[in-house]
Nanobody
């Protein structure tokens, strides 16, 4: 089981930026062999997909409403995936979770059921 720890959340004004980080601990799986995703969940709402990056960083996918504002990236040497969030809006307010694909070498699943390990979440609050 991959252990994931997120950081970088906080309170920011609308139009501001934050960068989330998620670091994976050694687990018997090599970080550079599986896709990583970011999801978010706002109070009273379902958890939703935000972004995913393939095992080698060569392919990314985004939720439509964050395209052009958010960028997912990874540093396999540091076992870390990032989510750069620019032009933040109040509707982006949520707990953000990183997750590790259950399987190796996939280009980028987007359903939460495809991910087998989850971080504890980091809160992002965007004020208007």
């Amino acid at each position: 089981q991959v252990q994931l720890v997120e950081s970088g959340g906080g309170l920011v004004q609308a139009g501001g930026s934050l960068r989330l980080s998620c670091t994976a601990s050694a687990s018997g799986r090599t970080f550079g062999t599986y896709a990583m995703g970011w999801f978010r969940q706002a109070p009273g709402k379902e958890r939703e997909f935000v972004a995913v990056i393939s095992w080698n960083g060569g392919r990314t996918s985004y939720k439509d409403s964050v395209k052009g504002r958010f960028t997912i990236s990874r540093d396999n040497a540091r076992n870390t995936v990032y989510l750069q969030m620019n032009s933040l809006k109040p509707v982006d307010t949520a707990a953000y979770y990183c997750a590790a694909d259950k399987y190796n070498y996939r280009l980028g699943p987007t359903a939460s059921i495809d991910f087998g390990s989850w971080g504890q979440g980091t809160q992002v609050t965007v004020s208007s």
